[in-house]
């Protein structure tokens, strides 16, 4: 598989984004790194999702939120291979 970056914006104490997170590693396992943002680190980033998390993103292109989309996550895959 190639490599691409997923980026999984967060916040601790948030189910969705615990559950998202454990749905992603399940699917991907470690072949394929996630890169986790917490946005109450970063107030522009707090700002710009509020309670809107969890938002797994590839680059530019925003894949899912607040619960994974499969169809979604298997069509990026797949254009990436």
Do not use: N, Q, W
Not at 35 to 64: F, K, M, N, Q, S
């Amino acid at each position: 598989m190639a490599r691409g970056r997923l980026v999984l914006y967060s916040r601790a104490d948030c189910r969705l984004c615990d559950d998202m997170l454990a749905m992603l590693r399940s699917r991907l396992g470690a072949e394929f790194p996630i890169t986790i943002i917490d946005v109450d680190g970063d107030p522009v980033l707090r700002a710009h999702y509020g309670e809107h998390v969890p938002v797994l993103v590839a680059g530019e292109t925003e894949i899912c939120r607040h619960r994974l989309d499969a169809a979604k996550l298997a069509a990026y895959l797949s254009a990436i291979r």
